[in-house]
């Protein structure tokens, strides 16, 4: 079935980031994945988390820093970067914030992110 999506809902988060949920439990009902494109404040930082989910991030401005077991990537406009599930994960952004696309399998859920 095609199924066109009018619009984001936005999901409110603490630190100042913005996350507009296209596709995902929230927004379209679907749990098997999420988009949502995201706007983070210059300095945002959030708790380190082992999600059940592979998340796929596209950034589109800025920089994503991700801190993972072997170190932190600096992830700039134009690259992109995978996350396995299961793989303990800090995501933050350097000094002038990031505008970034997020694909989560399954669907992103506060539940199964396991944030610290």
Partial sequence: MVRKIEGATRIPVPG?????????????????ISI?????????????QTPEFTEYTVVLR????????????EVRAGQSIVTEAGEK?????GPE???YVA?????????????D
């Fill in 62 to 73: 800025g920089t994503v820093l991700v801190e993972h077991a072997a170190g932190t990537i």
């Fill in 36 to 48: 949502a494109h995201m706007v983070a404040p210059p300095g945002w930082d959030e708790p380190a």
């Fill in 89 to 93: 994960v800090r995501y933050s952004c």
């Fill in 16 to 32: 100042g980031k913005v996350i507009d949920e296209h596709v995902g439990r929230v927004n379209s009902g679907d749990e098997a």
């Fill in 103 to 115: 694909v989560c399998l399954p669907a992103f859920s506060p539940d199964a992110a396991h944030r």
């Fill in 97 to 99: 914030g990031a505008e």
